[in-house]
Nanobody, 120 residues
């Protein structure tokens, strides 16, 4: 398994921005960000194919969130803009050795999560 360490969570007002970081102990085929709001199931926010840099986003974050990678550092970032209260929750970084890496069961490595709070 790959060790993943997230950072960058915090509290912002609606309309604000945050950038999350995830440092991986090794390179994997696919990395993703999931989030889980209180009382809701965990959902995929964005994922990236690390070899080609291809990204995919949930409809709810398209145009506001950007996932990128720093291959030299085995790190992925999630830049979140125009945040609203519906974006609040625990954000998890995940890594997969397989594709298409869309569902939770495809990810074998998970970070501990970082809290994002958005006040209205």
């Amino acid at each position: 398994q790959v060790r993943l360490v997230e950072s960058g969570g915090g509290s912002v007002e609606a309309g604000g921005s945050l950038t999350l970081s995830c440092a991986a102990s090794a390179t994997t085929s696919c990395m993703a960000w999931f989030r889980q709001a209180p009382g809701k199931e965990r959902e995929l926010v964005a994922r990236i194919y690390t070899d080609a840099g291809l990204t995919l986003y949930a409809n709810s974050v398209k145009g506001r969130f950007t996932m990128s990678q720093d291959g030299a550092k085995n790190m992925v970032l999630l830049e979140m803009n125009s945040l609203n209260p519906e974006d609040a929750g625990i954000y998890y970084c995940a890594a997969s050795v397989s594709r298409p890496c869309m569902a939770e069961y495809e990810f074998s490595s998970w970070g501990q999560g970082t809290q994002v709070s958005v006040s209205s």
